[in-house]
């Protein structure tokens, strides 16, 4: 079974663009979660979408908005980026929503840099 | 308010030691609590789950204890190799918040 993908892995931006992020779940998952870590925080999450609807969100501004598609796939969206917003950004899938059982696959991260 | 702690500085070991994390937490009551291993440039991969009414689980080389009068997790991993170098997170999950919230990591250096 394919892991989760993210794309693009690297993306460099400057202060007050936008910036969209991509992430395609496991196979039959359809769980999405989306965290931001940086070294001073962490991991820190951002919201989990499941069945296309916004099941839980983190403590980040409304600036950082997502979505999901009916095949799963998600997508998260920076825009007015500052440059606390470098970081990298990771997706993760799982089968369920809301269940503390349940395994989360990590993609592999887009590292972003807002210069 | 709700702090999860784990140790910032690296913990140093060497092969075939039995390294121990410490994971403690405030103002938290979980249900359930994960350990994530992470290398450089990738993300967490999960280990094991450890839930509240549980005391201990193993995997292979790797224990958990979870203490919920302590508010702590401990994580060993028995007769350590240089390839579980890594970074390890501890993630707790609660009913309320229904989401896992991460703490910083421990990076483990196993030295030969």
């Known amino acids: 079974k394919a892991g989760v993908t993210q794309t693009p892995r690297y993306l460099i931006k400057t202060r007050g663009q936008q910036v969209t992020l991509s992430c395609s779940p496991i196979?039959?998952?359809?769980?999405v979660s989306w965290y931001q870590q940086t070294p001073g925080q962490g991991l820190q999450f951002l919201f989990e979408y499941f069945s296309e609807t916004q099941r839980n969100k983190g403590n980040f501004p409304g600036r950082f908005s997502g979505r999901q598609f009916s095949n799963s796939r998600s997508e998260m969206n920076v825009s007015t980026l500052e440059l606390g917003d470098s970081a990298l950004y990771l997706c993760?899938?799982?089968?369920?929503?809301?269940?503390?059982?349940?395994?989360?696959?990590f993609g592999p991260g887009t590292r972003l840099t807002v210069l | 308010s709700q702090k999860i702690e784990q140790n910032s500085e690296a913990l140093n070991i060497q092969e075939g030691k039995t390294a121990t994390l410490t994971c403690n937490y405030t103002n938290y009551s979980p249900a359930y609590l994960q350990w994530y291993r992470q290398d450089p440039g990738r993300g967490p991969v999960f280990l094991l789950l450890i839930r509240e009414n549980e005391k201990e689980k193993r995997k292979e080389r790797l224990k958990v204890t979870f203490d919920t009068t302590l508010k702590q997790s401990l994580f060993h991993i028995t007769a350590s190799q240089p390839a579980d170098s890594a970074t390890y997170l501890c993630a707790l999950w609660t009913g309320t918040a229904s989401k896992l919230t991460f703490g910083t990591g421990t990076r483990l250096q196993v030295t030969l």
């Open positions: 196979s039959g998952h359809r769980s």
């Open positions: 993760a899938s799982s089968l369920l929503s809301g269940s503390g059982t349940d395994t989360q696959y």
